[in-house]
């Protein structure tokens, strides 16, 4: 009998779902493939050495201008389902965060456009972003 071990490559990221208190959620624009053009929550992946909430917290101020201390997001859950992501397999650890309505934020990094968009009129998105959406705002209710 001979056994052979099949290794996966798993990329480790962080998403996350920030809400105004008047019921918007930020999206950004990718800026490239996969889905470039299409909206998308902040994230991104995790660094050497880092934790995804720290990951979280530097992709939410790289791609969107929004600073937070990476203690101030609450954890939504993981999504590590295989074909979530086109490039492979990906798991990613989605956080939330609700901030005051009216807050500026500014498309960097590989966003091209950043913005608020209601949560009852959301656009198509990428990935499993809209799974992550209701999860995030069923657990704020």
Known sequence: ???TETFETIRYTADVVVTTTDGYVLLIERGWDPHAGQWALPGGHVDPGETSRAAAARELAEEAGVY???E????VG??????RDPRGRYVTVAY???VVSGTPVEAGDDAVNACWWPLAALPPLAFDHADIIDA???QSV
């Open 78 to 83: 993981t999504w590590d389902a295989p074909g």
């Open 1 to 3: 009998m001979t056994c």
């Open 136 to 138: 995030a705002t069923a």
């Open 72 to 75: 101030e997001l609450s954890q």
């Open 68 to 70: 937070v201390a990476p």
């Open 96 to 98: 939330r965060l609700l």
